[in-house]
């Protein structure tokens, strides 16, 4: 396969800046409100923080995984109603938990493409409160191979479970060492407004939570979230003066891997998102992203998969992930500081909606506008990833702080 590039020392200069952020806050909302609140809510917002009227805005990318539970189809005119943008031009994209990242990368596309100056990007999800948990479970079962693996009654933990395996027969990497990673996000999400699962907890409390799939404990689990998320992107030239530093997205890639998990060479290998990292880093002119990247954001849907995903961004060696999360890398306070949100095990996992919550947070991050202490001291570039599957589509965005 032949992959053509552009020269991003001088093409960079079109990369899209992201003007303002909104967010609905992740839970499981009972409170008489649905997913059209919520995107009216995170899309308002959003608006109001790039300082932009609905007029100001040409194109609109919507994000959602999967209409069962929205029991929406279509839903980009209803979204285009809810905030008063009726008449634009509106795409609708899925990919699963990665849908959030891939609408980001839609978007970015079109801007640099030409046709639009600035464009709204937004996901939700209903976390299905109308189901059972057991019909849930089925729902879920068919973002993977839908006649081999749900329609057999594969489930996305049993499906991780599999894969971490075999990363820890390899690795001799503990249960104790995945717990770290759910003490890290539980306790970063204290605080978060937007988070469904603040929590302070010790190694022993989620190793005695009871167990799901072998490995994987109730506590090594992220949660099936309520919530919506925009962000507005737009070209340079279009973005007002805003007295502060802005973010750019000055890298981009997407990458797949074989729906069946048995069908992959290495099975504990989250091989798309490493695809996808490459090609961002390489827009972005990294060469060395455990040295040039100073926070990141990654898709946690367990315990496990954050190791996984950090190997995979390259942002630590094959097989030290685990050493290292134990040690403090990771930490609010470590060297690169992972998932201060919270991640979808804190924070909550709506999955139109996390590719795009991650880029408000990198965005607050990177500026000096993230809530509380929760921040991350004198970096300047960061990594959000979000992937489908068991990383079978994967979206990752570098993100860094330029002076408009």
């Known amino acids: 396969m032949i992959r053509v590039y552009l020269d991003m020392n001088s093409a960079n200069a079109d ?16 409170d008489g409100t649905n997913w059209r609140d919520w995107v009216r809510h995170a899309g308002a917002a959003a608006l109001a923080d790039s300082d932009l009227e609905p007029l100001d805005i040409d194109a609109v990318i919507v994000a959602c995984e999967t209409d069962f539970l929205s029991l929406q189809v279509n ?17 609708r994209v899925e990919g699963g938990g990665a849908s959030g990242g891939l609408a980001l990368r839609e978007a970015i596309s079109q801007i640099r493409a030409g046709f639009y100056r600035r464009v709204l990007v937004i996901g939700f999800e209903a976390s299905g409160g109308h189901l059972n948990s057991d019909q849930l479970q089925l729902i879920y079962g068919l973002s993977f191979d839908a006649e081999t693996d749900g329609m057999a009654g594969a489930t996305a933990v049993s499906l991780y479970a599999l894969s971490i395996s075999e990363y820890m027969a390899l690795h001799g990497t503990t249960s104790r060492q995945l717990a ?15 988070a469904h699962k603040p ?19 109730r506590l090594d689990c992220s949660l099936a979230s309520d919530g ?9 030239d279009a973005a007002p003066k805003a007295g502060r530093p802005r973010t750019r997205v000055s890298g981009s890639g997407v990458g797949s891997d074989y729906a069946r998990l048995g069908d992959r060479p290495a099975r504990y290998e989250f091989h798309a998102k490493r695809q996808a990292a490459q090609d961002a880093y390489l827009m972005a002119g990294i060469l060395n992203p455990s040295k040039n990247i100073q926070v990141a954001e990654v898709y946690d849907a367990f315990t496990g998969a954050e190791l996984q995903s950090l190997e995979a961004l390259g942002l630590v060696a094959e097989g030290a992930a685990a050493a290292a999360m134990e040690d403090g890398t990771f930490d609010a306070d470590g060297p690169l500081p992972v998932n201060l949100s919270g991640g979808l095990i804190g924070q909550g996992g709506a999955p139109g909606a996390t590719g795009i919550v991650q880029a408000v947070t990198m965005d607050r991050l990177l500026t000096g506008r993230y809530h509380r202490n929760c921040f991350a001291d004198s970096c300047h570039r960061g990594v959000i990833d979000a992937h489908g599957g068991i990383c079978t589509i994967a979206a990752v965005h570098v993100l860094e702080q330029v002076c408009q």
Do not use: Q
Request: aromatic share 6%; glycine share 12%.
């Open 199 to 217: 929590m302070t907890l010790s190694v022993d409390e989620v190793l005695a939570s009871p167990m799901v799939s072998s490995p994987y404990r």
């Open 75 to 91: 839903p980009g005119p209803v979204v285009l109603g809810e905030l008063g943008l009726v008449g634009r031009p509106v795409v």
């Open 180 to 194: 770290h990673v759910s003490v890290k996000n539980h306790g970063n999400a204290n605080g978060n407004p937007w």
């Open 15 to 30: 990369m899209p800046l992201i003007l303002g952020g909104g967010v609905y806050p992740f839970n499981c909302h009972r």
């Open 228 to 236: 919506a998320a925009a962000v507005v992107l737009s070209h340079p």
